[in-house]
Nanobody
């Protein structure tokens, strides 16, 4: 069964750091982009950061200079290092992967279960 398993969320004080991980497992032919989106209460889901299989990255303006996305293609895993966290970063963070599943020929988006990140003193 194909799944994206997230880990690393939690509660942190303003100015602190957290590292999120997202591991894709199951029958996977290839993975294109991986990334994170977040959704705060009462707001729409928004892009945080993405990374291509070749390592090109894209960040939301609100996290540039504070967050770093990386990936290990051999492990089908992406990471989001979050530094200098602010209360406005509080949200549920969802991992996303655009991949081709075994037995299929097209790219599709898959999502992780979501991981709560709370920044509060």
């Amino acid at each position: 069964q194909l799944q994206l398993v997230e880990s690393g969320g939690g509660l942190v004080q303003p100015g602190g750091s957290l590292r999120l991980s997202c591991a894709a497992s199951g029958s996977i032919i290839t993975i294109n982009d991986m990334g994170w989106y977040r959704q705060a209460p009462g707001k729409q889901r928004e892009l945080v950061a993405t990374i291509t299989s070749g390592g090109s990255t894209n960040y939301a303006d609100s996290v540039k200079g504070r967050f770093t996305i990386s990936r290990d293609n051999a492990k089908n895993t992406a990471y989001l290092q979050m530094n200098s966290l602010k209360p406005k970063d509080t949200a549920v963070y969802f991992c996303n992967a655009r991949l081709v599943r075994g037995g299929t020929a097209n790219f599709r988006d898959y999502w992780g279960q979501g991981n709560q990140v709370t920044v509060s003193s």
